[in-house]
Nanobody
Framework: VQLQASGGGLVQAGGSLRLSCVAS????????MGWFRQAPGKQREFVAG????????NYADSVKGRFTISRDNAKNTVYLQMNSLKPEDTAVYYC?????????????????????WGQGTLVTVSS
């Protein structure tokens, strides 16, 4: 699966951004999709995940209530709507895909469960 993420940029604290990730190479509706991020000097961490239908979503505690993951299977695209952004949300955001079934927050949050990764898009939140 090839993944192309976009939508990053510079935003002030309290602002919003929407990231997009377009997938190709596999039937999109069969993929579990996730967003991860990596801040400078830190390890990559899970942000959000969504199942093939969009009927099940999972979030890291740090973004619950502020971020929303969604998908449009007709457009082969997964989105991450980020509201009430904080400086600590500054990171490179990566979309990831898996064609293997799994469920539960722990599995969604495990990077090893995803076999395809996009190139990342930088989000910078100024204070």
């Amino acid at each position: 699966v090839q993944l192309q993420a976009s939508g990053g940029g510079l935003v002030q604290a309290g602002g919003s951004l929407r990231l997009s990730c377009v997938a190709s190479g596999r039937p999109f509706s069969s993929l579990i999709m996730g967003w991860f991020r990596q801040a400078p000097g830190k390890q990559r961490e899970f942000v959000a995940g969504i199942n093939w239908s969009g009927g099940s979503t999972n979030y890291a505690d740090s973004v619950k209530g502020r971020f929303t993951i969604s998908r449009d299977n007709a457009k082969n695209t997964v989105y991450l709507q980020m509201n009430s952004l904080k400086p600590e949300d500054t990171a490179v955001y990566y979309c990831a895909a898996s064609d293997t079934y799994f469920s539960g927050t722990y599995e969604y949050s495990s990077a090893r469960n995803y076999d395809s990764w996009g190139q990342g898009t930088l989000v910078t939140v100024s204070s």
